[in-house]
C-alpha cells in the first residue's frame, strides 16, 4: 500500500511537471539544438524509506550518458541494507549492486525540450550477505506445543545474483538543468547463489524475490545534467505539428 | 505509447499481488510425523486395521484417536531428542479387559532444514541407530500387545513412506 501511494504521487508529480512543460512559450524564433552530456543523481525513494522505515537503510545513484539522439548509456549503483521479520523467519541482507544497460527516448520533444519517455534495458549484478537472525520450524501438528522461535544469528556471506531489467521511466526537466524521474521495473533472475540451508529472499537492487525468478521495483530520481557539448539539428527536420 | 504504459502498469500491479508464497500451502511437505504401519501377527504381509487406537504424548493430555485405519502419522517432538506415548488399543471401550496400553519411547537426532519464506524451516528426524524406540508396558501391567515392532526406514524426511511397523 506505501508503495502504491508513492507510485501515485510520483506519477502526479511527474505528470504535472510535464504538463507544465507543454504550455510553455518562446517568443524566439525557434532554433532546435541537442544538448549532450551527463545526467547524475540520486533515487528519493530509497532515501525516503531509510528515514520512514526502521529496517530499511539504502541509497541509489543514478547516471546517464547520451549518446546519441535517442540513446542513453545509463546505470545505477547502490547499496541496500534491509531486516525482513516475517512470521517464519526473521533475515537481514546487506549489499551493494551495479546496473548497466540503456535508455531509448521513445518522447518527441518540441523544440529545445528535454524529456524523456524511455523504455531501457539492464544487466544488474549484486553482491550481498545474509543473517538469519530467528527463525520458526513449520509443523502442522503442534501437538507438543506450538513452534516457539529459534534464535539463530548465522551470517551467509558471498552471495551474489545476476539478472535483466526492463523498465519505463519518465524524465522531465523542472528547471534549468535538474530533472526528476521516475522508473518501474520488471526483473528477472538468470543467476543466484543461494546459501546452504537458507534462501536469497531479498536480493539488494533487485528487490524482494517471490516464488519464480521475477521481481519488481522503482526508483525516484532527482538529476543533475551536466552539458558536454551541442548539436543542432539538421534544417530538413521540421517538428511534426500534433 | 499510452497502451505500452498500462500494459506495463497492468504487468507490474499483477506481479506485485503475487502473495501466494506468503502463506505456508497444505501441499508444502513440512516437518513429518511418523508414519505406522499395522501388520497382523498370524499374517505378516497382511495389514490389520486397529478398531480404535489412542495415543498420548507424553507431558500432554490431548488423545489423538485413530479408528478402523491400518496407517497412523504419529507427530515427533521437535523440541526434544525424544518422544514418549501411550499406545491404547481398543481405547475408550466399554468392557475394560479389552483395553491395552503399551509404551513406546522413539529417540533421535533433529536436524532444522529450510523450505521457503512462508513455511520457514521444517524438523527432520533420524531414528538412533542402536535404539530406535524402547517398548515397555503399562504401568498397570497389562501385558504387551505390539508383538512385533520394526523399523522400515529410520531417516523420517517425509510422510511419502512407512518409518515403522507394528504386527500384533
Redesign the interface.
Known sequence: MK?TLAFLFSLFLVCTSVVAQTQKKTDSIPVKTYRYGVRVGVDLSKIARSFYEKDYKGLELVGDYRLAKKYYIAGEIGNENKTVN????NFTTKGTFIKVGFDYN?YDNWLNMENM?Y?GARYGVSSFSQTLNS???????A???Y??S?QSGEEFKGLSAQWIEIL?GVKTKVFNNFYVGFS?R?NKLFSNKTPE???N?FIPGFNRT??GT???GFNYTVSYFIPIYKKKAPIAIVPKKK | ?KK??IL??V??IS??S?E??DI?SEATP??P?LIIDFYDISNPTLTKNVTTLGII?E??T?V?LFTNVSKIKV?L????DI?KYQFILNYGNSNPAFINTDILQFDYTRR????????????LFNLDATNPFTQTDADTPDGLWMKNITVLQSNISSEDETHLSISF
Open positions: 508503495h516475517d512470521e517464519q523467519l521513445l519517455v523504455i527463525y520458526k520450524i513449520y509443523d502442522r501438528s501437538y507438543f506445543g513452534p516457539q529459534i519505463l518501474l520488471v540451508n537458507f534462501d529472499l517471490y516464488d521475477f521481481g519488481v | 505509447m505500452l504504459l506495463f502498469i504487468a507490474l506481479l506485485s503475487c501466494a508464497d505456508c513440512t516437518t510425523r504424548g507431558g500432554t490431548t489423538i507427530p517432538d521437535i523440541s526434544k518422544s532444522n532444514v529450510y523450505v521457503s519464506r512462508a513455511c520457514g524451516y521444517k524438523t
